[in-house]
């Protein structure tokens, strides 16, 4: 139990720092999405002329810099280009998305602590059918969607083979789910402890 909450925190906080510039980092362009006027990055280059734009991109490029550096870069660049306020307004909206990320991670990671005893109950209870323990895991997942999905997510880290509901996927090595086959895999097994 501390350990699971202990390998979660882990995973999200690498998932947490990410840079605040926006674009760039490793995985190309991010912010530009539907605002991007065809430019492809963020929404504050709009107006910035395809010159200026080189410039913005060569920072969020740069595989030397560090993300302060980038940023500090970047804002740079802002007031050069004539562009601050469109990109501060970004920066804004970016810093309070994580901060509402962050607080809703909180939330998970403290929800954890009544979701896990609840899905290993559901799990432990064999005089139940098939069908109704996942009803159950539907009901649970209703009112804890993430908190599931990342109780199943770092099971499947580990090796679970957990028979589930309807899920996204089958499992995770690609076992036949659901299948007239079903016994063959887990021996009807219904994992969780
Ligand atoms: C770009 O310029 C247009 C026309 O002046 C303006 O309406 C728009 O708000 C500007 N966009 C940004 C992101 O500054
Ligand atoms: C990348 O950033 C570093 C640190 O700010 C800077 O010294 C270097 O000149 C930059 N490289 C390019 C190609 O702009
Ligand atoms: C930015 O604004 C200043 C003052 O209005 C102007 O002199 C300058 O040419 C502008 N720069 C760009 C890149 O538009
Ligand atoms: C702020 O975020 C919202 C939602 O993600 C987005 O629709 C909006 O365009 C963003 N505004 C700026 C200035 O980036
Ligand atoms: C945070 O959680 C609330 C309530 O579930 C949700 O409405 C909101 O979209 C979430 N925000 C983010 C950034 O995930």
């Known amino acids: 139990m501390a350990h699971n909450l202990l390998l979660i925190t882990l995973a999200v906080s690498a998932l947490a720092t990410v840079t605040l510039a926006g674009p760039g980092g490793r995985g190309g362009p991010k912010g530009g999405g539907p ?44 007031e050069k280009y004539n562009v601050s306020d469109a990109y501060n307004a970004f920066t804004a909206n970016h810093t309070a ?55 199943k997510y770092i099971r499947e880290l580990l090796g679970a083979h957990d028979k589930q509901g309807p899920g996204p996927r089958g499992g995770p090595r690609g076992g036949p789910r659901g299948g007239p086959h079903r016994g063959g895999h887990g021996h009807g097994r219904h994992g969780f402890y």
């Open 35 to 78: 605002h991007g006027h065809g430019h492809g990055g963020p929404p504050y280059l709009a107006n910035v002329t395809k010159e200026g734009r080189k410039e913005f991109e060569a920072v969020f490029k740069n595989e030397t810099a560090t993300i302060a550096e980038i940023d500090a870069q970047t804002a740079a660049l802002a």
């Open 97 to 151: 998305h994580l901060a509402a990320v962050k607080a809703n991670q909180t939330q998970v990671i403290s929800n954890l602590e009544t979701v896990v005893p609840k899905l290993a109950a559901i799990y432990q209870n064999k005089d139940q059918t098939r069908k109704a323990q996942e009803e159950a895991v539907d009901a649970l997942r209703k009112e804890y969607p993430v908190e599931v999905a990342a109780v």
